[in-house]
């Protein structure tokens, strides 16, 4: 598809990365000529200097002839004001970057009456992404599919675990839980396993399995523990907002230490049930006066990746039972895996993830649709959700008798509302979605067969 995308800042540079992988016919528009060019030559791509806003700008871009405009400029405004020149231009599809908390009340607006097809607002999703591991502290990482009827679950193995030494398949018949080990990582290699591997004190693994199952899961490894009650939160971000407004329909404690006086004081009037602190969330005497050793939970929001990484290192240190850290840097992850830093979010990766996933929805054959789709691993691996609406080469035939490429696992099927966790006798049929777990890229179910 040809594709437009205006603003080659921190995420719109990331959407472009996964894109250009994707084989796409991609433009990219930025006011900075250094910066197209830097994308032009790191890319592969296109690349127009100007106003991404500006008809004439986009004419050049051949909007006319695009698929998709992305804009993910800084200015929420702009970015509006791109999608519906592109519009007007012929574009058939757009999505903005929208991130200003005044303008979400808006979003209804934004899609029937402005004709945007797409909004998306990093901060929100990844203040979203937030709670839910809050709820589930157990876990590193969580992503739904099903609309929440299955999960994938990242965690560490324990030292001691009865998980270890053990081959998958022993583990399934000992724990009676239905689920599935769809990868693991160690020593930062990924492998996607068969029944034989056996598990390692460290391994970082991804379970798939129906949400109850899950829950039961953790509890046979004792390692289940409950949501968390009492939060610490540094920096007074925008994903700190979104966070502190849904964290206030729960019945949780709230503390938000902010350096800036102002913006301090703007979240105390808002948030009047948590207490904000005026202070230097970095300074160790100011998080021990605070009660940084009480905690549940401990969430580092301030707009410096380093200053996050060292408080989170810190709260380690002192045994803060659950860690998360806001860092916007990716090449900062094979770093930060090794530090045993808990759970890393990524407001860019997970915005780039939204925006990849619609654009390959867009281009699904009719064989095959792709529901939901996340990057895990750093990237290393797809968790893709596929719907099947009609019958193909590959339905019907016991899994034990479909010839699939390597490094490809059928992880979970979602069936008349039931989640299965596959075996060897079971199959797909028209109205399933299938998740499937690869280390490759897949455009369409298909590709999963040799």
Sequence with gaps: MKIIIVGVGKIGRIITEYLSHEGHDIVVIDIDPLIVQQA????????????????????????????????????????ILCCLVGKKNGIKHTIARVRNPEYAKQIG??????????????????????????KFPSAIRIDTFAQGKAEIVEIKVPANSMLVGK?????????????????????GAVYIPSGNFILRENDNIHITAAKPEI?????????????????????????????????????????????????????????????????????QELLLEEGIRAVDALVTLTGNDEENIIVSLYAKTINVPKVITKVNRISYYNILENLDLGTIISPKAITANQILRYVRSLSDSITSQVKTLYKLVNNQVEAAEFYIPQETNYTGIKFR??????????????????????????FLQVGDSAIIVTTQKLKDLEDILK
Excluded at 167 to 187: H, K
């Design 167 to 187: 081959t998958l398949s022993a583990i399934n018949q000992e724990l009676a839980v239905r689920f599935l080990v769809c990868a693991v990582v160690r020593d």
């Design 215 to 283: 829950g039961k899961f953790f509890r046979k490894l004792k390692i289940l523990r409950q949501r968390a009650k009492k939060i610490m939160i540094i920096g007074g971000s925008r994903i700190t907002y979104y966070l502190a407004h849904q964290l206030s329909e729960s019945r949780v404690d709230v503390k938000i230490i902010e350096m800036d006086q102002v913006r301090a004081h703007e979240l105390g009037e808002q948030f009047p049930d948590a207490v904000v602190i005026n202070g230097d969330g970095t300074n």
């Design 40 to 79: 032009v030559d790191t890319f592969d791509v296109r690349g127009v200097i100007g106003n991404g806003a500006n008809y004439d700008i986009q004419i050049q871009a051949e909007a006319d002839k695009t698929d998709v405009m992305i804009a993910a400029t800084e200015s929420d405004e702009l970015n």
């Design 401 to 426: 008798n479909l010839a699939l490429r390597n490094n490809i696992l059928i992880a979970c099927i979602i069936r008349d509302k039931a989640v299965i966790i596959p075996h060897g006798d079971d």
């Design 109 to 134: 607006f934004m899609y029937s009456d402005l004709g945007l097809n797409m909004i998306v607002n990093p901060e929100y999703e990844a203040a979203s992404e937030i709670l839910q591991i809050l």
